[in-house]
């Protein structure tokens, strides 16, 4: 059973930094393309990264180019997600998915075509 599970999320000052983990099972780090994706309460799903197992191409969007950086331990099978310098504005659920890429080396795949879902971990940043 394929099981991706996400953790290191919480509150935190802005300026400051967390780094989430999503560790997954039932499956290895091969042919794959992970995602992070977040969603503040009213606010439409966003892509924030991924990266692609094939070939370790990475995708940030705008908003956290600079500051968030993605990166994969495979003898692990978790991948990470580095926040840096956090807003409030990154306040959001933070969800970690998995997607067979079939020998292709991008990531930046539409949320709708990832099989494969966390629960979740939730991200604040105050003031």
């Known amino acids: 059973e394929v099981q991706l599970v996400e953790s290191g999320g919480g509150l935190v000052q802005a300026g400051g930094s967390l780094r989430l983990s999503c560790a997954a099972s039932g499956f290895t780090f091969d042919d794959v393309a992970i995602g992070w994706f977040r969603q503040a309460p009213g606010k439409e799903p966003e892509g924030v990264s991924c990266i692609n197992s094939n070939s370790e191409a990475t995708y940030y969007a705008d908003s956290v180019k600079g500051r968030f950086t993605i990166s994969s331990d495979n003898a692990k099978n978790t991948i990470y997600l580095q926040m840096n310098s956090l807003k409030p504005e990154d306040t959001a659920d933070y969800y970690c998915?998995?997607?067979?890429?079939?020998?292709?080396?991008?990531?930046?795949?539409?949320?709708?075509?990832?099989?494969?879902w966390g629960q979740g971990t939730q991200v604040t940043v105050s003031l």
């Open positions: 998915a998995a997607l067979s890429v079939h020998g292709n080396g991008r990531c930046n795949y539409p949320r709708e075509l990832y099989d494969y």
